[in-house]
C-alpha cells in the first residue's frame, strides 16, 4: 500500500528568560512551522527537521536579542501599537488587532514574544494579529501588558495594551468607627485629625468630598480636607459652635466619603466624640436666703437647718463642700456645719440677753483645680 504524505502544521511555545539591565523577565514565543510526514506515523509526532529546529533556535535568539538590546525601544527597530481596553468587560471581549499599520509590515502570522502573565489574561491570535480578554481584567490588579509581534518581514511591532480605569471600588475607612475628644469650651476652628478613606480607582473615581450626615447638633463640627502628594484626601474635624458638656456631653457623626462616580459610591464612619469637663460652673444654693429659729435653751449639737448647693460640672469639678466664712461671720464660732451635708448644728451654747440674731454667711465651693464657689446668708434668731 503506497503511502500518502501530507503537511502536517506544528505549534510551539517556548519560554524564554534572559537578564537585561539587571532586570529578570519571563516571556512565551509562539511560533509554528509545517513539514511533511507520513500519515501512517501519526500515532508519535513529527519529528522536525534539523532545519527547522536551526529555525526555532533562531527565533529565541532573535527574541533574546530584540528584548535585551538598548536598540529594542528604538523607532528604527520597531514601531508601537497602542491600544486601550476598560477594566471589567466581558470575557472575549475584542481588544484591537496587531497590525492596522497600512501595509508597512507583513501583516500577520506574527511570532509573539510576550511578558509573563500576558497570555493568561489575553488571547493573542498569531493568524490574525487578534487580541481578546480571557478573563475580566482589573486595573487595580494589573494596568497594563507589553508584547512584541514579530512580523515575517518589516518592523516588529512593540503592542502597548492599556488598562483603562472604571469606578468599580468604593470609598473606604480603614475602620468602621473612632472616638476623639474635645474639652469643652475649646474655641472654634480648632481641629482633630480623622482616619481618611482611601479609593483604589483612579481620578475622577477616587474619593472626592466628604460629608456629615448625622448627628451633628448645633451644627457643632465642620470637616475641612486637602488632598497630598500620595493622592489621598485627608479629612479634619473642626469646631464650629460652642462646645458645653452640660449642655451635650457626646456627639455621634456619622461621616461619608463620596467620589467622583456618577451617582457617587460611597464609604461610611462613625465619629463618637465625648467633650470632657471643664470647671466652667460654680455650685448654686436652692436658695439664696436661709431663715431659722433657735430656742435658747437649745444644747450644743442640736441641728438648726441644711443648706444645698449643686454643681452641674463632672467628677470632682461637680463635687461641693460647705463652710462657714468665719471672716465675716460667726466669729465667736457658735455654729458649725457639715462640710459633706451642709448640715448646721449648735456649737456653743446660745444666751439670748448677750446676743439675739446670729447671721451666718455660708460657702459652697467645689472641688476643680481652681475651685469656684458662692455664698447664701442664714439669720438664725434665738427664742425665749
Not at 81 to 108: C, H, W
Not at 170 to 177: D, I, R, Y
Amino acid at each position: 500500500m503506497k503511502a500518502t504524505l501530507d503537511s502536517v502544521a506544528i505549534e510551539t511555545m517556548t519560554r524564554v528568560t534572559f537578564t537585561a539591565n539587571h532586570e529578570s523577565k519571563d516571556f512565551a514565543i509562539f511560533h509554528r512551522c509545517r513539514r511533511r510526514s507520513n500519515i501512517n506515523s501519526l500515532y508519535s509526532p513529527p519529528a522536525l527537521h534539523p532545519s527547522h529546529m536551526l529555525r526555532s533556535s533562531l527565533l529565541i535568539l532573535v527574541a533574546i536579542v530584540l528584548l535585551g538590546s538598548p536598540q529594542a525601544a528604538s523607532h528604527d527597530q520597531e514601531r508601537e501599537r497602542k491600544l486601550e481596553v476598560f477594566e471589567g468587560v466581558a470575557v472575549d471581549y475584542q481588544i484591537g488587532y496587531i497590525g492596522d499599520f497600512g501595509g508597512i509590515d507583513s501583516g500577520p502570522p506574527y511570532i509573539i514574544v510576550a511578558e509573563a502573565g500576558v497570555e493568561t489574561d489575553l488571547a493573542i491570535d498569531r493568524a490574525t494579529g487578534e487580541i481578546r480578554t480571557k478573563v475580566k481584567l482589573d486595573r487595580e490588579t494589573r494596568a497594563s501588558y507589553s508584547l512584541v509581534a514579530i512580523p515575517l518581514s518589516g518592523r516588529n511591532i512593540r503592542v502597548l495594551v492599556t488598562v483603562k480605569d472604571e469606578n468599580d471600588n468604593a470609598p473606604t475607612f480603614p475602620q468602621t468607627s473612632m472616638h476623639i475628644e474635645f474639652p469643652e469650651n475649646t474655641p472654634r476652628e480648632v481641629k482633630r485629625t480623622l482616619l481618611p478613606a482611601r479609593d483604589l480607582d483612579l481620578e475622577p473615581y477616587n474619593t472626592q468630598r466628604y460629608n456629615i450626615v448625622s448627628g451633628n447638633v448645633n451644627d457643632a463640627f465642620r470637616l475641612s480636607s486637602h488632598r497630598e502628594r500620595d493622592g489621598v484626601l485627608y479629612l479634619d474635624l473642626q469646631i464650629s459652635g460652642f462646645l458645653d458638656r452640660e449642655t451635650t456631653p457626646g456627639y455621634s457623626l456619622l461621616i461619608e466619603a463620596l467620589d467622583g462616580g456618577t451617582p457617587p459610591l460611597r464609604g461610611f464612619m462613625t465619629v463618637n466624640i465625648t467633650i470632657q469637663d471643664v470647671n466652667d460652673n460654680q455650685p448654686i444654693f436652692n436658695q439664696s436666703r436661709y431663715f431659722a429659729t433657735v430656742p435658747e435653751n437649745a444644747t450644743v449639737g442640736t441641728s438648726v437647718l441644711q443648706v444645698y448647693a449643686s454643681d452641674t460640672d463632672a467628677d470632682e469639678n461637680g463635687l461641693v463642700e460647705y463652710a462657714i466664712n468665719r471672716r465675716q461671720s460667726d466669729k465667736e464660732q457658735m455654729f458649725r456645719i457639715d462640710p459633706r451635708t451642709g448640715a448646721i448644728y449648735i456649737n456653743k451654747a446660745l444666751d439670748f440677753e448677750t446676743k439675739e440674731l446670729h447671721e451666718l454667711v455660708v460657702v459652697a465651693k467645689d472641688h476643680g483645680e481652681q475651685p469656684l464657689e458662692t455664698t447664701a446668708f442664714v439669720p438664725s434668731e434665738s427664742q425665749m
